[in-house]
């Protein structure tokens, strides 16, 4: 798996709209494009001459032991990509020993990832409906099928404008169902991806973190599209166990900060009072190492999880995550340190 | 009518000539250029978890009250796009619910707009010239025909240097009336832009914007062309009731600081004292958020409204203004505001 | 004689070789290019409502009045362009109302321009060669002649390295004379450039302005190629008369500061004891304004003229000369200032 | 030798695999290039009316007088590039007057060189082995052999990704001999880079400086492969003799600091303690000059060097030496200096 024709390699094996919802971004994909190249241009400073014989990319997010700091960030409908759908990622996570946070928009049911693959980590992503019930039944299944985590989206309270769906007219194929957003008993018609997304609660608050976390019986929250430390402050207040600075990979409002400028902030707001992650961009083992350096503790990716489950089902996405943390462990040999947790600040230039 | 094509789907409407003239700028084009990439070179902070249900952006200007704070700049000759010509304009405008500053070269006297479309809110946009009768005429006519204030250009005290124009040896084209600008008893014979144009006055200084105010029995004037806080505040001194950050669309002298970049200079010499709008290179609902959040009370579009004008006249017109404040309604939810009037400076990145 | 297109229309009167000569730079040709990007990044912040219905170009250099601040720098061998040659350019300097700074490598003898065309206000450039004898009767020849400056160079100590000339096998074209620079007993036979520049004095030193100067009977010395301001100062400490920033088109050494962003150290370094002019990448009237704003008095233009006599002899030098201080005017006028001795600093951005 | 076009020159000489081992870098070679265009982008602020009539390039590097502050950078396998392989090298660099850092990698013996070309000022590089043994016997074999100092390699821990080789399958080829890093008893069978590569010393740190200087029978250390200045500071307390500044051509690990944005803060860490040199993107006469401004006592050469052998062995080797030194010196005159220990800090603004 050579990552670094990744993209082009799973292009080859997709239909041109379903690469493009991918790929795309929101509007003109400035934020989009900015996420990528604002880790490429950031400097490493490397240190010498430190031992580096025994380089672990092993670390914990909210405890849990992971082999590396590669999460795997939710997406959506990944029978898109391969028969085995969720499946397969989750089969890919397990192999690499990391976190699956599974979409709410995921073609296969919570609880089919929980008893067909009972050793992966999972954390679940919600988005709020304006029926809270769909919600709140979600999180009661996400706790009861073993999810460690609720990852609450908090960057989606309209629609927004994908220029290369509209010009695609993409939406939710025929015969796909998304068995964790729509009620059991839909009637099996096709399913509009607007009117679901157009679904999601716009009167969401810092408050409603303590809502969200009651009805997943007291699961942590991991609050996910901050951007700002003040409103990371607030979430912690509010009682979040992790933030996840996101821009929805750019694909909810162009011209947004991209994640690695937003993340020294964040990282300041949380002072320290509980974990933060980042996604956006992350395509090397340099850009994880410098993500860690900033201060996160971990990286969630998304498209290269989803190229490699085009190109290979399970076997891709395993690849890509492994892949990503070898080039991490070979970016710590090279700038002298040895474990994630012990990153100096200073490993990037200002 | 998707915003993202608009100037390539209107060149296709028109000739040559008349789109070089629309889009083209003074000399290299350098600040009509940067007047858009400054907009996109800013980055949006986005704050999440703010209740966005009722977001509006019904604002007003001048304490009248609009839809959006997306006004229709002043440009000319709108008989070039459409049959109608600034009776469309003025009825999209009515649709959209703003304000139409009325160019003083329209191809349609003010009159007319007025008893034609008599609910628009509408502006007398003004080029003194040398001499002051017809401008005192006009300003006379303006109040008379219920406008509800001038907009006085100040850009323009000699004739620009445009080079599409030149080599396309564009005018007035033969049949073409000017009726704001052109004495009634003209001729009728064809008319020459430069003439007309070289018969500003350049001796125009700060006392005349009272000289001004008188000629309109009172109304309110809004000073377009204004570059730096210095002179905006001798501006206001002078009884301005508004200032436009405005560089003629990068139509007069090439080079010159792109409004978005002297928006906030302008903003801190006026001091609260009066409203601010700013044009230029505005073409996203993000771009008209990050006006507001410098402090613009309001933004004017030209090009824009022009290109809808040339593909379906009043209703494309009207579907720029709509598309452009929906996707100022996007933004505003996506960065957690509800209204124009209460942006926070902050949402833009320094 | 469009300003805009007029590299491309005097390439396509010359021979590939000669147009390299004069477009070409030292190495790269980066400090070439960056003279003329760094006039144009350059931002203006334009006054409005000043009464600019009299702007005037006038001015004076040492004293001497000119119709506009735009002097001709000194090139070499105009007989390569037109056959007048320099009889040319000093008839366009003369109709324009301006300095030639004839060159030493001129193909017109200093006396045949003073005696054909007397009323041109010249000065004359001056190498100072190995043979000090050869320097000093050039300089006394110009006192006699009629000149009022010398213009020393003192940014050729060595040959520089000019790629294209190289890869041409550029020369001084067999039967082109250079009778200010060869002895007037030269055999006939044909030049070599690189032999008579590798005569250039390298150990020039400050205290050789007071020789120069004593050389032309007390002229003044105008010092040409100075890009710091510490050697500004001991310029004129040593009796310089005024200052010339100057990279020599960035024929020199490559990657040295363009000269707009020389201009202001060296600005402060002379502390308005003497005149400073500034030359390369002027190609309009708002790189003109942006000069005087940073302190120049004045600028040279020097291939600009070359590609007008190219072009069109006498007529296309006159023509761009009557252009650049036209495009000044009205950028004068843009600006609200009058006269190029009253020009704000912070018209220019920081 | 015209150095503008010295790689493309070489590259018609090589197969593209050896071209691309060569020309590339780890990962997206961000480095690789910005090394280049970090020193191009540094801009010049030269001296003039300074005594160049007397300009050398000569200097010293650890008290051994060189004929220019340019050494030969140690690269791997001459063989591939000429017949005669490093001798070619060692004669150029005695032509020229300056110091070969022959590489572990090398595929001609170190003692070869020594007794083919005595005069050579010779270093040794050096990999430490994970076999101690191995290296200890080669800084041995190098006292004996007449080299002046050992050239510690310190980013090496790990093998980096370069993704030309991958793509070439690029390896040792067939026949070659490296009989610096492979033991005398080797059966003879084909060599794997990545294995030989693969086993050098991760655990290296500042303590070993003095094993290998003891290694060494007390030779000068020069620590190659530093990028900051407190990792510089313990090199020199640790015993280093010098510092080379380099991030190994970008062939480690990608987006490293540029060596020209290192440099200051090595030099500053150094705070005169050692000499410090720096190799990575000089391709000119000014980027020496900036280097030597910026506190380097002298540059090493790696891939023009390379490119020299592949195009004429030892007289291209030479040429490119030579050419460099010239441009030197020329650079040097235009800036008004005369020595390469009398470079003022602020030759190179800021």
Redesign the interface.
Known sequence: M?L?ILEAAARACLDDATYDYVAGGA??E?TATENVTAW?S????????????AVSTATTVLGCPVSSPVLVAPTAMHGLFCPDGELATARAAVGHGTVLALSTVASTALEEIASAVPDVLRWMQLYVQKDHRISQALCARAQAAGYGAIVLT??S?????R?RN?RNAFNVPPGMRLPNLVPLDHDGSDLDLYSLVGAYE?????D??AMVREWAGGLPIVVK????GD?AA??VDAGASAIVVSNHGGR???????TA??LTDVVAGVDGRCEVYVDGGIR?G?DVLKALALGARAVLVGRSVVWGLAIDGEAGARAVLDELAA?LA??M???GVTSPTAIPRDLV?L
């Open positions: 050579d670094g509007g003109d400035i490429r950031m400097r490493l400073r490397p240190h010498v001459l430190h031992d580096v014989s908090v960057d309270p309209v629609l927004s404008k220029v509209e716009p009167a969401l608050t810092f409603d973190i599209g901050v951007l700002r409103d607030r979430c909810q409002l162009d011209t947004v900060v991209a400028h937003a090397t340099a080039d070979r970016a040999a090279f700038c230039a």
